[in-house]
């Protein structure tokens, strides 16, 4: 079974600009999360998604948002880009609401200069 | 919010010593998670404890729950170099089995063979 997939791995972005990551979770998962991992923050909770409605949601500004397809496929976008937005920003899946063990991705590295 | 502490924030040991991370939590968890990521890679989850006083083994590997389900340890006996890496714990606020995952800041470990 193929895993976690994350589209683009890295990419370069200004400052200003908005991005859009993608994640493909492990076939047959419903539940997608992303996380900002910074090697000053660890590992930050962005947002959960579940059959495409959002469930859980952290402590970032407005900036960030997401969403999940039918398909359980899921997407974050990042509006007005800052240098500190630079981080892997990891996704992670499990099946559903019964099942805790989440599988992560490789992770999208985003530098923003 | 919710906090999750993890100490020692480095650790270096010579192969064959043992190793201990703690988790410390602000509120009541109704579960914790652990997870190792190796250099380079992206966290891979170990095991989920869910009760108070819960003990898991996995080979060389100890994890423990604590009795008011706020605190948590991994320990590794007799390391090897293969335990490179950074370990997690990752816990979800108490009422809730779904409530949004709070990681620690990691232990990252190095074993000098």
């Known amino acids: 079974k193929a895993g976690v997939t994350q589209t683009p791995r890295y990419l370069i972005k200004t400052r200003g600009q908005q991005v859009t990551l993608s994640c493909s979770p492990i076939s047959g998962h419903r539940s997608v999360s992303w996380y900002q991992q910074t090697p000053g923050q660890g590992l930050q909770f962005l947002f959960e998604y579940f059959s495409e409605t959002q469930r859980n949601k952290g402590n970032f500004p407005g900036r960030f948002s997401g969403r999940q397809f039918s398909n359980s496929r899921s997407e974050m976008n990042v509006s007005t880009l800052e240098l500190g937005d630079s981080a892997l920003y990891l996704c992670?899946?499990?099946?559903?609401?019964?099942?805790?063990?989440?599988?992560f991705g490789p992770g999208t590295r985003l530098t923003v200069t | 919010g919710q906090q999750v502490m993890q100490i020692p924030q480095y650790q270096h040991v010579q192969e064959g010593e043992d190793f201990t991370t703690y988790c410390n939590s602000s509120t009541t968890l109704s579960n914790i998670q652990w997870y190792k990521q190796r250099p380079g890679g992206h966290p891979v989850f170990l095991i989920q404890?869910?009760?108070?006083?819960e003990v898991k083994k996995q080979k060389r590997l100890t994890f423990q729950f604590g009795e008011a389900k706020k605190n948590s340890s991994l320990h590794i006996t007799a390391t090897q170099t293969t335990d490179v890496g950074t370990y997690f714990c990752?816990?979800?606020?108490?009422?809730?089995?779904?409530?949004?995952?709070?990681f620690g800041q990691g232990t990252i470990l190095t074993v000098h063979p």
């Open positions: 990752a816990g979800r606020a108490g009422g809730t089995s779904y409530g949004k995952l709070t």
């Open positions: 992670a899946s499990n099946r559903d609401t019964t099942s805790y063990e989440q599988y």
């Open positions: 404890l869910v009760k108070s006083g």
